[in-house]
């Protein structure tokens, strides 16, 4: 799919299409500085000089002005893709991007694929692969606290905290290697002993890493805030006070809410979809109208999807069964109609608005949001996790190995642990691997 030689020239809109202020049009690669005096032509005869914008007009193949321009020069490596990249600036006329494009083809330029520049610059060791994972991060951010910690790892925060624990493998692998190298040479007790220490320090940073995974990955990706009670016990009045406007339809009759029901909202810096679902009954007591029947069974499906699932019990009534769920957080509502609450228990009035803020604190606790300092560097994608993951197994099997397996076992898995960490970076991946990270990219970037 891409191409890894970087032997074409790519082109790319690296702006939203349709009409707008401006337009900038990207061309990255080998012939770019080329091309760019083809098609711009400098209001001043002189050379081209690098990181300088230049106002000119882009011409067509006829020598027609296309449109008054701005052309700015960044030469490899030191540009974003590593290699000569050229950035026009044009009217965000749609009719222009398409001639100055169509005139790019013409010349031999390639359509970029999604995330293509991005990926030269990790092909060119511009930036490692955790970092370019986190450009993507940065350009859906929803919260200010998703974009502040994508800004992090875009600075290779990740790379920083697990560089260490690669020390750790590389000075225990020269430790064993050179023990293969001298098989009389037995490792003693003691450097057993010292190399089971570093495997514990190794695997004590990898913990400390994914810790915060979860967290990461509910920044960049949102998370899921289910409703969760009996019929008219106020979680569509709830929803409406947590997303700020009138998403769900309110009534007194019960039953109203039949299906699942989805609005955004930011909660203490996590951008989080509020789930509405219909009122839980027994479905053995009493007739249940089909519908009602269908929506309770996808009630109950939500709840193996939530990351929260937030009990609503009107308050003065008996507390609603929670669900299975891995975080349950119980909650009364209508507290505006009954004699206060005891401290110890959360309530809120949806209409007064009274309890909400609390309620917004303890989501954000359960989410792990209240959790994230500012220099933490988390990690923001499922792959990440995955990796890091597999190398903890990999430490953990090392460090069973030097208990009584051959010394060749033990250099094996740390191989391995030193493998997935290279993988984390890009210093040693597939093409498979490039292709599930970039696809998600929007084209230009």
């Known amino acids: 799919m891409f191409d890894l030689h970087q032997r074409d020239t790519i082109c790319a809109l690296a702006t939203p299409r349709g009409r707008s202020a401006i337009a900038v049009v990207r061309l990255s690669g080998p012939r770019a500085f080329a091309w760019r005096d083809l098609i711009f032509r400098r209001r001043r005869i002189a050379a081209c000089p690098a990181f300088v914008a230049l106002r000119g007009d882009v011409v067509d193949a006829d020598d027609r002005v296309v449109d008054d321009a701005v052309c700015t020069s960044f030469p490899g490596p030191r540009s974003y893709s590593g290699e000569d990249l050229v950035e026009l600036s044009l009217h965000g006329s749609p009719l222009v991007v398409d001639l100055v494009m169509k005139r790019l083809l013409e010349l031999g330029a390639r359509p970029a694929e999604p995330g293509e520049l991005t990926l030269r610059a990790v092909l060119n060791q511009r930036i490692d692969l955790a970092s370019a994972e986190a450009v993507d991060v940065v350009v859906a951010s929803k919260t200010a606290a998703a974009l502040f910690a994508a800004q992090r790892a875009l600075r290779g925060g990740l790379a920083d905290a697990v560089a260490p624990i690669r020390a750790i493998f590389v000075d225990a692998l020269a430790e064993l290697e050179a023990r293969l190298d001298f098989p009389d040479d037995e490792l003693g007790l003691a450097s057993r002993d010292a190399l089971r220490a570093q495997l514990g320090a190794a695997a004590a940073g990898l913990d400390d890493v994914l810790q915060g995974a979860q967290r990461g990955r509910r920044l960049s990706e949102g998370a899921r805030v289910l409703l969760y009670g009996a019929p008219n016990a106020g979680k569509s009045t709830l929803l409406n006070a947590l997303v700020g406007h ?145 190398c903890r197994g990999a430490v953990e099997e090392a460090s069973r190995s030097l208990k009584d397996a051959p010394d060749e076992v033990v250099c094996s898995e740390l191989r391995r642990a030193a493998r997935c960490l290279d993988r984390l970076l890009g210093k040693d991946v597939s093409a498979d691997v490039l292709e599930l990270v970039f696809t998600r990219f929007c084209i230009g970037k």
């Open 246 to 390: 009138e998403r769900a339809l309110v009534h007194d009759e019960p039953g109203t809410t039949r299906d699942v029901l989805e609005a955004e909202a930011e909660i203490e810096g996590v951008a989080v979809v509020v789930v509405d679902v219909a009122g839980i009954r027994d479905p053995l007591t009493g007739d249940l109208h089909p519908v009602e029947r269908a929506g309770i069974a996808r009630a109950l499906s939500e709840v193996k999807k939530a990351d929260v699932v937030v009990v609503v019990t009107p308050a003065g009534t008996t507390p609603f069964p929670p669900p299975l769920a891995a975080c349950v957080l119980p909650v009364c509502s209508k507290i505006d109609l009954v004699e206060p609450l005891p401290a110890s228990t959360l309530g809120v009035s949806a209409l007064s608005g009274a309890g909400l803020p609390e309620l917004r604190a303890a989501i954000a606790r359960a989410l792990g949001a209240a959790c994230v300092d500012d220099d933490e560097s988390l990690v923001q994608t499922a792959r990440q996790e995955h990796t890091l993951r597999e």
